[in-house]
């Protein structure tokens, strides 16, 4: 049956919806809307359900990416993906399914244009090759290494893909995250400087629905007196380890307010502290209450 098909596709197109527009929220919709086309359409005709449902989603994604920039650029305060747990959203068998998944690579997919991000994703994550890519985005397949190669060297340029096969275990991860909560919570500055790299940033996302930082927090002197800060104010808070984007993540309670903590940890230091507070953006992370 046609319907059975597409579910056994669904993992794999929310996956990709997801990694494209980096909310969960937006990936249900292009897969419903996709659902809907494909029962809409003479499947005997079709020879590949997986090539043909991969480009209808790929295509939806992309069109809603293009009028997401405007919104996000107008978010109130940084805008950052929505965290999810990695269940549900197909096989992380490759280091470049779970590369491109990550909270940090997310984030930093942020700084790509539309076509840039859709060809990267769909090259480094589901490895389509070029002449496939350029018939999904509608360019030529030589334009499509370009924008791959473009997208490649902006990520490059962060430090964060060159670092990639240096980035910790999930053990040494989860261990590392621990060390920083402790530290944090102890108001332990000496361990906390030893944690941090000295371009770390901090991001938080209130969404206006929060009280959140509205700029990022640049600099290790500056993030030490932003979690001193922090901790003055709310001592109290709850705190408790979670999976995010497949990845160890936190999920706190300060003031009443829930959180979702993730780290960009590169070469044993913590480079990017990234802070979910958007209630809105928390309904698809297991183990955090709303």
């Known amino acids: ?76 305060g940084p805008w950052l993906p929505e965290p999810v747990s990695a269940e549900g959203l197909g096989p992380l068998d490759t280091a470049e399914l779970r590369d491109t998944l990550s909270y940090a690579t997310l984030h930093l997919m942020e700084r790509l244009t539309p076509p840039e991000r859709a060809v990267f994703v769909l090259r480094e994550a589901f490895e ?23 997208a490649a060297k902006r990520l490059r340029g962060t430090g964060a893909r060159e670092n990639r096969h240096f980035r910790p275990t999930s053990q040494d991860h989860a261990a590392l995250l621990a060390r920083f909560l402790t530290a944090a919570q102890d108001g332990d500055l000496a361990a906390l400087t030893d944690l941090l790299a000295e371009d770390v940033v901090a991001w938080n996302d209130g969404g206006g629905k929060v009280r959140a930082a509205r700029r990022p927090i640049v600099g290790r002197a500056k993030v030490l007196a932003f979690i001193a800060g922090l901790m003055e104010r709310y001592p109290h808070d709850e705190v408790g380890l979670i999976e995010v984007n497949g990845e160890p993540a936190a999920r706190t309670v300060m003031g009443g307010l829930h959180q979702v903590v993730t780290l960009d940890i590169r070469d044993g230091r913590i480079h990017a502290i990234f802070g979910i507070l958007n209630p809105d953006k928390l309904t698809h992370v297991s183990g955090v209450q709303r």
């Open 128 to 150: 389509l090759p070029y002449d496939d890519i350029a018939e999904i985005v509608g360019s030529p397949a030589a334009t499509c290494r370009q924008l791959h190669s473009r």
């Open 1 to 76: 049956m046609a319907e059975d098909v597409f579910e056994q596709y669904r993992p794999l197109l929310l996956g990709l919806g997801y990694r494209l527009l980096g909310s969960m929220w937006d990936a249900e919709d292009v897969v419903q809307e996709a659902y809907l086309r494909w029962m809409r359409t003479d499947t005997e005709e079709i020879r590949e359900p997986r090539a043909f449902l991969v480009t209808v989603v790929s295509r939806l994604a992309l069109d809603q990416l293009r009028s997401a920039r405007v919104t996000r650029e107008a978010y109130a």
